[in-house]
């Protein structure tokens, strides 16, 4: 039976091919799959059995989503990306064998304070301009040394995020490059990891040991000014909802709440069973445009909660139960968020809940 409402096909063969993608643009450096935030909203469960074996590593943001993992039959490494976030969560990482990113002087001391032997790989974190999670380069080098004497600690790895790498006109990604290099540069001989979606197709200096895809490997583009056909990804998620309704409408007459489109001849429009409460987005622009049989139809009115409008005037063919594409294959998620003036990570990780997924 079809779907009545809103639903998605992700394809993994998709996903599997952007992984390769990732091998090929950082051909010398291991790779962590970011899954944080339900694997972009494509599931968590769905995405990393796709990966296993084609990736060295999985990362998430908070120590319930690599539980899950675990608890799911995941045992590739895992990484946490925030950490530890109180200290009674420790034993968990141990037990689990769960890596840890460790970016203050509180998680330090927490680790100092625990009678646990620690034997998986803790990341220190350096801020080196996102000034969000990290060490400074100074308490880096003072925290790194208090570290060092921790006899329960043997692993540790360098990593750093650039806040602007999407823009390769920007020299903050080279500034801030230049600071992590210059804050480890008294410490060889530890693994570093730097490089994001965007610097792994952009900035390939940085790709050292580990790099970390994310947005990539569902098939959107981590750069700006550059396609995701351009760079070689596919499309992994495809989103899709159907004809419930078709209306003929006279010129003059408007559609949609508070009638923000008023045909200007006689139109035909269908109506779609997918809004603002499957995740597609309420403020898209004028023109923003779906696929019908291969076919770009334009959206008009507002996007209600659970359905929105296209007019179909000039596609003969439409019909009450057909397929439309919102994003996917031939219509890009990147468009759909130019349109909605927000970013793809915004539409993916958007999916309500009553959205049906099926894995191809």
């Known amino acids: 039976?079809?779907?009545s409402g809103a639903y998605i096909e992700l394809d993994r063969v998709s996903l599997q091919h952007n992984a390769h993608k990732v091998r090929e643009y950082?051909?010398?450096?291991k790779v962590i799959a970011v899954i944080k935030a339900?694997?972009?909203g494509h599931g968590l469960l769905n995405v990393a059995p796709a990966l296993q074996g084609r990736v060295d590593a999985f990362a998430v943001a908070r120590l319930d989503e690599a539980l899950q993992l675990r608890e799911s039959g995941i045992n590739e490494k895992l990484l946490v990306l925030q950490g530890c976030a109180q200290a009674d969560e420790l034993a968990q990482f141990e037990k689990n064998k769960i890596d840890m990113v460790v970016h203050s002087a509180h998680q330090i001391e927490w680790l100092e304070q625990s009678k646990l032997k620690f034997t998986g790989n803790v990341w220190l974190k350096i801020d080196s301009g996102m000034h969000r999670l990290g060490?400074?380069?100074?308490?880096?080098?003072?925290?790194f040394s208090r570290l060092r004497k921790?006899?329960?600690l043997a692993n540790f790895r360098f990593m750093t995020h650039f806040s602007s790498a999407d823009n390769i006109e920007e020299i903050?990604?080279?500034q801030q490059w230049q600071l992590f290099l210059t804050t480890i540069q008294e410490h060889k001989g530890y693994e570093l990891s730097a490089a994001n979606s965007a610097a792994i197709v952009a900035w390939p200096e940085t790709h050292q040991d580990w790099v970390r895809a994310g947005l990539m490997l569902y098939g959107a583009s981590p750069v700006m000014g550059k396609t995701a056909a351009a760079l070689g990804l596919l499309p992994v998620m495809n989103f899709y909802a159907r004809i419930i309704a078709i209306k003929s409408i006279a010129e003059g007459e408007s559609v949609g709440y508070a009638g923000t489109w008023t045909a200007k001849k006689s139109s035909r429009l269908a109506v779609v069973s997918v809004g603002y409460g499957d995740g597609y987005p309420r403020h898209i622009r004028r023109g923003t445009c779906v696929l019908i049989n291969g076919q770009r139809c334009t959206i008009v009115g507002r996007v209600s909660m659970d359905m929105l409008s296209v007019d179909i005037t000039d596609n003969e063919q439409a019909s009450v139960g057909d397929q439309v594409t919102l994003w996917g294959k031939g219509l890009p998620v990147d468009e759909i968020a130019e349109q909605a003036n927000t970013i793809a990570?915004?539409?993916?990780?958007?999916?309500?809940r009553r959205v049906k997924i099926k894995i191809l």
């Open 26 to 29: 950082a051909p010398h450096s």
């Open 135 to 143: 060490m400074s380069p100074q308490d880096f080098l003072v925290l």
């Open 1 to 3: 039976m079809n779907p």
């Open 172 to 174: 903050t990604t080279e």
């Open 38 to 40: 339900n694997a972009y």
């Open 150 to 152: 921790d006899k329960s």
């Open 345 to 352: 990570y915004t539409l993916l990780c958007g999916i309500t």
